[in-house]
C-alpha cells in the first residue's frame, strides 16, 4: 500500500496563476481532508468530504475548490494564486464517515507564489 | 469555537529521561482526541487516539491520557531517545465528528 500520495511534491507559482494539487489514497477510506500548515498558525482544514460525492467547507476554505474525483481521489484547485496562499498542504484520509477515525497524512506539497 | 493549546513550544532534554507533553482545550464536548508525530519536512503520523469515553492510551513507550471535565490531555513519552526528536501535535474532534482541531504542536529535541 502507496497509503497517501500527494502531487507535486514543490511548486512555484506567480500571483494569478492557477494549479491543482492531487491526491489519491489506496486504503479504501471514505473520508479524505485538504489542510494547510502555516508556521506560527498550525494545522488548518481547508476542506473536506466525508463520503464520495460530498465536499465541506472547513476553517479557510477562500480561494479554493475541491473535487471529490471518486472514493480514492481528491484534489484542491488553486483558481488565480496569491503570495497569502503560500504554505504546504496536506491531505489526510479516514476510514470513517468523519473526522472521528485515524488521520492518515501524505506527505505534503510546498507551495511557493510569487 | 474549540481551540487547542500545547505547552511548551519546545522541549530539550537529555537521552533517558521521561518526559510528559501536554495538550488542552476550550470545549470538552469533543467525540476523540488524537496525538500525531511530524519530522521534518514530512507529513503527519498518528500515534495514539483517544475516544472520549477513555481515560488512557498506551502504544510502547508512548501513554497519552485524557481528562474531559478539565480539557487536558498528556502524552508521555518514557525513556526518551534521540530518534524521539519530532513535532508533537495533539487534534481534537469535534462532537460532530466533522473536523480536527490542532494545537501548534510541541518540539522535543533528545540529546544523546
Known amino acids: 500500500n502507496a497509503g497517501v500520495t500527494q502531487t507535486p511534491k514543490f511548486q512555484v507559482l506567480k500571483t494569478g496563476q492557477s494549479m491543482t494539487l492531487q491526491c489519491a489514497q489506496d486504503?479504501?477510506?471514505?473520508?479524505m481532508y485538504w489542510y494547510r500548515q502555516d508556521p506560527g498558525m498550525g494545522l488548518r482544514l481547508i476542506y473536506y468530504?466525508?463520503?464520495?460525492?460530498?465536499?465541506d467547507k472547513g476553517e479557510v476554505p477562500n480561494g479554493y475548490n475541491v473535487s471529490r474525483l471518486n472514493k480514492r481521489e481528491f484534489s484542491l484547485r488553486l483558481e488565480s494564486a496569491a503570495p497569502s496562499q503560500t504554505s504546504v498542504y496536506f491531505c489526510a484520509s479516514t476510514y470513517s464517515l468523519g473526522a472521528q477515525g485515524e488521520q492518515y497524512f501524505g506527505p505534503g506539497t510546498r507551495l511557493t507564489v510569487t | 469555537k474549540q481551540e487547542v493549546t500545547q505547552i511548551p513550544a519546545a522541549l530539550s532534554v537529555p537521552e533517558g529521561e521521561n518526559l510528559v507533553l501536554n495538550c488542552s482545550f476550550t470545549d470538552s464536548a469533543i467525540y476523540n482526541l488524537q496525538w500525531f508525530r511530524q519530522d521534518p519536512g514530512k507529513g503527519l503520523t498518528s500515534l495514539l487516539l483517544?475516544?472520549?469515553?477513555?481515560r488512557e492510551q498506551t502504544s510502547g513507550r508512548l501513554n497519552a491520557s485524557l481528562d474531559k471535565s478539565s480539557g487536558r490531555s498528556t502524552l508521555y513519552i518514557a525513556a526518551s531517545q534521540p530518534g524521539d526528536s519530532a513535532t508533537y501535535l495533539c487534534a481534537a474532534v469535534n462532537q460532530a465528528g466533522t473536523a480536527l482541531i490542532f494545537g501548534k504542536g510541541t518540539t522535543l529535541s533528545v540529546s544523546s
Open positions: 468530504s466525508a463520503s464520495e460525492g460530498t465536499t
Open positions: 483517544i475516544q472520549s469515553s477513555q
Open positions: 486504503m479504501n477510506h471514505n473520508s
